[in-house]
């Protein structure tokens, strides 16, 4: 973790304990691109802010992503190791920002979800029908446009919605990471969604909490203020520390 990050770390760790999850989600995705603006960052793909938060996470805290697991058949622990590094590449903005889907007579034209709407409709009680609202970009039935809005998704049968959530989720598949882990125990597969943006706040929060106490400790020690503790780097800090247990 580079020094000189040390401080701004901080205050998005303060920032965001006040903060619902997808808030804190817009924080650490604001380090990940520190020159782009809030509005800008909720409009971009899921996908593309997942690539973001993984790369983040890798730059932070290294490639190594420790991940545990309970079974869903057996109920057994499972822990197992993945690459940081390996899912920011993976990971990205979709390839075309609207999808086309085409069935019973119906041709809409769809815009890829993003930040700001999962947000909004995660707020609503019928989340698909807020996204339809939200994003379908034009509707034509039968020849005969219809037009787009909140009345939209009450007249699209439910195949077509179905198909546009499929053409959605295929033109940004990283906007749902899922993993899909083989039990050693008993062989079953369990499938889980890895939250990146949950995951990352976690090890923020106890990043930020170890800092704190090292500041408290020190300053006690020798009487420096918080800034010059900071600026200090990891290792002299654990030295200076290791000095203080000695004594």
Avoid: K
């Amino acid at each position: 973790m580079a020094i000189t990050r040390a401080t701004a770390l901080l205050d998005t760790w303060e920032a965001g304990l006040a903060q619902a999850p997808a808030g804190r989600a817009l924080l650490l995705h604001g380090v990940a691109r520190p020159d782009t603006g809030g509005e800008t960052l909720s409009a971009l793909p899921v996908g593309e802010r997942e690539a973001d938060l993984f790369a983040l996470r890798r730059a932070l805290f290294g490639e190594r992503m420790q991940v545990r697991l309970a079974c869903a058949a057996c109920g057994a622990d499972m822990e197992f190791d993945l690459d940081a590094g390996e899912f920011a590449r993976s990971l990205g903005p979709p390839a075309d920002s609207v999808v086309r889907v085409a069935a019973d007579g119906w041709e809409i034209e769809f815009r890829v979800p993003g930040v700001a709407d999962l947000t909004a409709a995660a707020r609503h009680p019928d989340a698909r029908r807020a996204l339809l609202a939200r994003c379908v970009v034009s509707a034509v039935r039968d020849g005969a446009a219809v037009p787009a809005g909140d009345g939209l998704p009450d007249a699209l049968p439910e195949a077509v919605q179905r198909r546009l959530a499929e053409a959605a989720q295929a033109a940004d598949p990283g906007a749902d990471v899922t993993l899909n882990v083989s039990c050693p125990e008993c062989a079953a597969a369990t499938r889980a969604e890895l939250d990146i943006a949950s995951y990352l706040w976690t090890e923020l929060d106890a990043w930020a909490r170890d800092v704190l106490l090292d500041v408290h400790l020190l300053a006690t020690a020798y009487g420096w203020s918080e800034p010059e503790i900071l600026a200090l780097s990891p290792l002299r800090r654990r030295y200076y520390l290791e000095l203080c247990a000695d004594v």
